[in-house]
């Protein structure tokens, strides 16, 4: 079984790229994944809140719901977020460090609401592995997904080794391999801190070679770690069923 854990309705991109969730299921389909967790950015979260609901209403099989937090001093978002877990069954939230401040006077109480209502946190810390370190301190009940291993893209390996090292010492922490370009620090990771605190992501779709090229490609990826066949399956599915109580 295989569930992308980072997929999004919208991108951040320059060109914030959209996806219909019947794009996403068809690509689903032609990579072998079962499940893919779907939300939005780039808009207010009671718009990205919609956006996900009516994915996981037209697919609820396949695709989950997370609510995407932008809180703002002005507009603390808290009010939609709580519906969408309360009253919509969202089970997650998505929070974006290029988009929202991630000091704590503008996100903590969206950390506080997760903690609440026991749903994780899919973190972008944008490569600042500072206010990962100080939310997992403050929040050590809350599962913390930290997107990328801490920074999309990164060829920077000790920024890389700090996120795991901090993943070492704060149990609620959980690194998704989306974006992730050294494969073998997932290889590294899986010995430091366990294939049960990684989770499979694609960060899609992107349309490079194709869209179901992407995907297959990033599965593939895991496939040929040199790990074993149980610490891969915790990758693709076990570590998010767990923290999502999928069944
Ligand atoms: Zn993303």
Redesign the pocket.
Same mark, same amino acid.
């Given at each position: 079984m295989i569930c992308d854990s %980072?997929c /999004?309705l919208k %991108? =951040?991109n320059k060109e914030r790229t959209e996806y219909t969730p019947e794009a996403i299921v068809k690509i689903m389909d032609e990579a072998g994944i079962d499940k893919t967790v779907v939300f939005a950015?780039c808009l207010s979260s009671a718009t990205a809140i919609e956006m996900a609901h009516q994915a996981h209403q037209a697919f609820p099989d396949r695709l989950i719901p997370y609510a995407y937090a932008i809180p703002h001093i002005s507009e603390p978002a808290i009010e939609p977020i709580e519906r969408a877990i309360t009253e919509l069954g969202f089970p997650g939230i998505k929070i /974006?460090g290029g988009e929202t401040r991630l000091a704590e006077y503008i996100i903590d109480p969206v950390f506080e609401l997760a903690a609440r209502h026991n749903v994780p946190c899919l973190v972008?810390f944008v490569g600042n592995a500072d206010h990962c370190k100080r939310i997992a301190e403050a929040f050590p009940k809350t599962t913390l997904i930290v997107?990328h291993f801490g920074q999309?893209l990164s060829t920077n390996r000790d920024l890389i080794d700090r996120f795991i090292h901090l993943a070492e010492r704060h149990e609620n922490l959980i690194l998704d391999t989306? =974006?992730v370009v050294l494969p073998w620090k997932i290889t590294e990771a899986v010995t430091r801190i366990g294939s049960d605190r990684i989770a499979f992501g694609i960060?899609g779709p992107h349309p490079y070679p194709s869209l179901s090229g992407y995907a297959q490609e990033e599965c593939q990826k895991i496939q040929a770690l040199p790990v074993t066949d149980a610490d891969k399956e915790n990758i693709y599915w076990n570590t998010i069923a767990r923290v999502l109580k999928l069944s």
């Open positions: %980072h /999004h %991108h =951040g950015m /974006h972008d997107a999309y989306s =974006g960060d």
